[in-house]
């Protein structure tokens, strides 16, 4: 019996999928769990994966098109099934939109059949056929126009035909039209316009709304991470370089303990009460591509400090794979973003929606520091707290600070 599947919802803000790239080809056999389609959601591109086992026997939507949740994307059945009779019944609601472009505007009614000509005078050419749907990129549509280019008789070389700017390029080079008006001198000093992937405008929106409603302050300290140092160096010794944390693992740890101590930070605003959250979920700030995802260690306050070091790994390298589900970078309840890798001294980070407090980590560095009245190096790292002053004041902040700080300085409190 065949199956149809529809698009899953893929996050808890999901209103239509993009879809990218399809996995699989008609006939080809799946089970569930196998990846079938690249679908770019308002938070990722992720995998949409097969729900039944058999063979593909339709795939109801193309790629570069817009699929809802609840949508048919594919049918799955048994090799040679017929499906006419399913194909019929889903009948228009079987077949997706493609992405409208930016500039679309509603087709005008048709107009009645003009009267034949005399005879004496030439006929008219025909009437032109119903233009195509043309599937173009924003960018293609904005050049073609300052170009004076037909979209229409452009043969687009992207998913789905989809005309993007290369085309374009060929285009005005004498490819698919006559020569064209060179781009206007404005538009070639603004250079390449950056149309928004579904996840960089939800991180537009959702941090603006964010930085703009929530009254942030921010706290600053400086860490003495050379008991740091020479407890990761004992772990080492231990456990080996391939196991032993990362200095990162340590920041987790050490947050999401103090967010046990403190619990007033491990909360959120919620309009007209603040929620103080029953569960430890520290959010790790990944940088993708076209934006960043934040998977979630849950219960980290719980957890090892070796548990926190392969989870983290693990997290990041399929947050970069496009590997997450959901539920993997959904629900923390407070967040970590270190820059400090890439050698950013201090920074101040936006605080996450749904969250009260986000820790900006930077660069661990020797410094020149006094021991007992004597000059000396160390090596110090500088951390910035970003608060929602609705939810935490300047001492319930401080107080979490000084928590963190503590484990980081007196590391083996975080393993008894």
């Known amino acids: 019996m065949a199956h149809v599947q529809e698009m899953p919802k893929l996050s808890d803000t999901m209103e239509k999928g993009h879809l990218v790239k399809w996995l699989v080809s008609e006939g080809d056999a799946v089970k569930p769990g196998d990846p079938v ?4 959601t308002d938070k990722a591109t992720m995998e949409a994966e097969a729900f039944y086992a058999g063979v593909v026997l339709k795939r109801m939507a193309g790629e570069g098109t817009d699929v809802v949740p609840g949508h048919p994307l594919l049918v799955i059945g ?33 107009e009645k059949a003009a009267p034949p000509p005399p005879a004496a005078e030439p006929s008219p050419p025909p009437a032109p056929a119903e233009p195509r749907r043309v599937v173009a990129s924003p960018l293609a549509r904005s050049l073609a126009r300052e170009a004076g280019l037909d979209l229409s008789r452009i043969k687009g070389s992207g998913p789905g035909g989809r005309v993007v700017r290369a085309d374009i390029a060929r285009a005005t080079a004498g490819g698919a039209e006559a020569a064209a008006p060179q781009v206007s001198p404005a538009a070639a000093l603004e250079g390449e316009r950056i149309e928004l992937s579904g996840m960089r405008r939800v991180i537009a929106q959702r941090l603006s709304e964010s930085k703009f409603s929530a009254p942030h302050y921010y706290l600053q300290a400086v860490v003495d991470m050379d008991p740091a140092a020479a407890f990761r160096s004992q772990l080492g010794d231990q456990l080996g370089e391939g196991i032993r944390p990362s200095y990162n693992d340590l920041v987790l740890k050490a947050a999401a303990l103090a967010l046990r101590e403190v619990p007033e930070v491990n909360a959120a605003w919620r309009g007209d009460h603040i929620v103080r ?34 989870r983290s790994r693990d997290l990041s390298q399929r947050a970069r794979d496009k590997k997450l589900k959901p539920e993997e970078y959904q ?18 980070a936006v605080i996450q929606p749904g969250e009260a407090a986000i820790l900006a980590v930077g660069a661990i560095a020797e410094q020149p520091v006094v021991r007992g009245g004597a000059l000396g190096v160390g090596l110090r790292m500088v951390v910035s707290l970003s608060c929602d002053h609705r939810v935490v004041d300047g001492a319930v902040g401080a107080r979490w600070l000084q928590a963190f700080r503590g484990y980081l300085e007196r590391p083996l409190r975080m393993v008894v």
């Open 277 to 310: 959250y029953a569960g430890v979920h520290v959010g790790l700030a990944v940088a993708l591509a076209d934006g960043l995802i934040t998977p979630v260690i849950r219960d980290a306050d719980r957890l090892r400090l070796t548990e926190i070091a392969a």
């Open 37 to 40: 389609a690249e679908v770019e």
């Open 331 to 348: 629900g923390s309840t407070f967040s970590v973003s270190n820059l400090g890798m890439m050698g950013i001294e201090r920074f101040t």
């Open 78 to 110: 048994q090799e040679g099934e017929d499906i006419s009779d399913l194909l019929s019944r889903l009948g228009a609601a079987g077949q997706a939109a493609p992405r409208p472009p930016a500039e679309a505007t509603p087709p005008s009614p048709p």
